[in-house]
């Protein structure tokens, strides 16, 4: 059963209920993040998401996590291109005192100047660690070369002098403009009852006055660059990316299983190709990394440093066997079973069902049906497929970045 409700302040509760479980998750979403910042805001989306951790006007940053683990209960939060979100998960009996804890922060967090020097290090220390991991760099250095420094291609951590910079008055200034309540969506999933739901819901984010989101006007650019990162290490990190399609569009199942084909899966023509028969890469693979106003089709390897254009060569080729209309009957089959696949394991993960129907409420105001979701996936012909693969691989739109001890960027 999935329950939705608008708050009188304009707040949406969706829940979906799973009977037969022992657990609910429970999420507050923003839309909001880094997608949408200015120049001067890069990374507060982040900062802030990380300083709700950090003591209420009741509770010390040691009593939040110490207080949830009395009762079982796991919180975290993470930051995305444009949405933000604070969950928790509970034991069924413990799910009153786990939401209680997480409206807390969520609502009256209180950015103790201490918290916030301090905090700014930790940050400080996970952008260091961003740039010693090459793939997590490699595919940021992707983004900016495709989108540029602004929009989809900021990097959700921003740079060292905003982190250092930004004051009490930035994060006031920021909530009051991105967290209002027609920007914020609750979504609960497991075994939680509809009653109890709205009423926590109402209890305490109820009383929130009605606000409204500043409607940023962000411009989607496209760079199509290619960039490289010279690091002393023993791999070179390679990707690639072509324009692809939104995530509302006709063919958007058709696209994530010609991505199935590609680099998905094991069994995937990057996999086997690329690994399994040339031996160049431990990983490769790729994936569509969809919006509401633009899209990208990825494809990452790392690979030795002294057979990376053989790599990039073995890579072209399987995206050309692809392009060439080589996707058989049995192939097709097998991408939009592993699509399906995915969905049905998605339905017995209360994270994932909660995370998965509050995006959809917060993206498109509609509750996710499962049914829909699964008959679209069927509905996919051989014909959608053709044309998926016609409209992607587009070389002029295309993007690359390299990280490695390499000085001149992939030539595309």
Request: glycine content about 8%; charged content about 25%; some cysteine.
């Amino acid at each position: 059963m999935v329950y939705v409700k608008k708050l009188d302040n304009g707040i949406r509760l969706v829940v979906k209920q799973m009977e037969g479980l022992m657990s609910v998750s429970m999420g507050v979403l923003v839309g909001t993040g880094a997608y949408v910042e200015s120049d001067a805001e890069d990374g507060i989306s982040h900062f802030i998401e990380h300083m709700m951790f950090k003591g209420t006007q009741k509770r010390t940053a040691f009593a939040i996590s110490d207080e949830m683990d009395r009762i079982g209960a796991q919180t975290n939060a993470f930051t995305g291109k444009d949405i933000t979100c604070y969950y928790a998960k509970s034991t069924t009996e413990n799910a009153a005192a786990a939401f209680e804890i997480l409206a807390d922060l969520f609502l009256n967090s209180a950015f103790p100047e201490e918290e916030m020097a301090r905090e700014k290090n930790v940050i400080i220390e996970e952008i260091s660690m961003n740039e010693d991991t090459p793939d997590d760099l490699c595919l940021d250095l992707l983004s900016e070369a495709y989108y540029g420094r602004e929009g989809y291609g900021r990097n959700i951590l921003g740079t060292r002098e905003n982190v250092l910079g930004f004051t009490r008055a930035d994060v006031d200034r920021y909530m009051k403009a991105r967290y209002t309540s027609d920007n914020i969506v609750i979504s609960m999933a497991g075994n939680i009852s509809v009653q109890l739901a709205e009423e926590l819901a109402e209890k305490y984010f109820g009383g929130l006055p009605a606000t409204h989101v500043d409607k940023r006007v962000i411009g989607v650019s496209a760079r199509h660059r290619s960039l490289v990162k010279h690091k002393d290490i023993e791999q070179v990190h390679i990707a690639l990316a072509w324009p692809s399609v939104t995530r509302d569009d006709r063919l958007y199942d058709a696209v994530r299983i010609m991505n199935s084909v590609l680099g998905g899966s094991m069994s995937s023509r990057l996999f086997q190709e690329v690994r399994e028969k040339l031996g160049l890469a431990y990983t490769v693979y790729s994936y569509n990394s969809a919006y509401a106003d633009t899209g990208t089709l990825v494809v990452y390897a790392g690979v030795n440093a002294k057979n990376y254009l053989r790599s990039v060569d073995a890579v072209k080729k399987c995206i050309d066997d692809v392009k060439g209309g080589k996707i058989g009957r049995e192939e097709f089959e097998r991408g939009r079973e592993q699509l399906k696949a995915s969905s049905i394991f998605a339905q017995e993960s209360t994270s994932s069902q909660m995370l998965l129907y509050g995006k959809e409420m917060l993206y498109s105001g509609k509750p996710y049906s499962f049914e829909e979701r699964i008959a679209a996936i069927n509905a996919v012909t051989a014909d959608d497929l053709a044309e998926a693969i016609e409209g992607s691989f587009n070389n002029d739109g295309m993007a690359a970045s390299l990280v490695g001890k390499l000085d001149k960027p992939l030539v595309i």
